[in-house]
């Protein structure tokens, strides 16, 4: 199906986080400041390091709302563009609210994966990219499975994903993986990425490595019993 047919879930998430910058770049700085003090994800709010003001209940929420927040217009339609291609793989295969569960526990595993490496340190962490890295580690079983076993089949058409001991031997599975693990990496050692409200903005790769290792994980927790999980796309 074309990628434009998308699920609603993934056109009302993209809504919904170009609602939310549209408006902080209307409110301005004082607002744009606001939403960094009471969502973006700071280490140092844990504690570890150097004290950090927030509002109470602000250093748990935001391991989930960092996740709602852009830097600037292209951090927003980067992240955007691959939710579009990658969350429409996994929300037509698991449904809307698996979808909305995986995109979660991505977001809090990338926001885990920077307290980890980044304990104590004041940095501001914001964007989907842990979401979105999450949704393309879910896909890679559905995009990569229904293909091979439909040409085993002979009936192209029926949605059947990697089992666990297929992905690891699957050959373009590796590939994408390897790829992905590149990219990430050489964005974050460059600071690859444009600056918007939040000055000195670079890729929090630790966020993106986090949320693709754990949509991997999570996809296997919610996906259906492959047998049971053909249907017709």
């Known amino acids: 199906q074309p990628v434009f047919q998308a699920p609603l879930v993934v056109l009302l998430t993209i809504a919904a986080l170009a609602a939310i910058h549209f408006a902080l770049w209307l409110g301005g700085e004082v607002w744009q400041t606001w939403a960094l003090y009471m969502f973006a994800f700071i280490p140092a709010r844990l504690g570890g390091g150097e004290a950090v003001p927030f509002v109470a209940g602000a250093q748990y929420w935001s391991f989930l709302t960092y996740s709602f927040l852009h830097a600037d ?43 980890l490496s980044h304990w104590g340190d004041g940095s501001i962490m914001i964007g989907a990219s842990g979401s979105v890295s999450g949704l393309m580690g879910a896909a890679i079983p559905v995009m990569y499975g229904r293909r091979r ?77 492959r047998r049971a999980s053909a249907r017709t796309l």
């Open 73 to 115: 217009i292209t951090h927003l339609l980067f992240n955007c563009l691959w939710l579009l291609i990658f969350g429409t793989v996994v929300a037509r295969y698991l449904g809307a609210l698996r979808f909305l569960v995986l995109s979660a526990v991505s977001s809090v595993a990338g926001a885990l994966a920077m307290l």
């Open 149 to 225: 076993l439909a040409e085993r089949a002979g009936e192209p058409g029926q949605a059947f994903h990697l089992a666990p001991a297929e992905f690891i031997r699957d050959r373009n599975a590796i590939i994408f993986m390897v790829v992905f693990l590149v990219i990430t990496l050489f964005s974050g050692a460059t600071g690859w990425i444009g600056n918007g409200f939040l000055d000195g903005a670079s890729i929090a790769w630790e966020d993106h490595l986090g949320g693709f290792a754990a949509g991997i994980v999570a996809f296997y927790l919610l996906a259906p019993h």
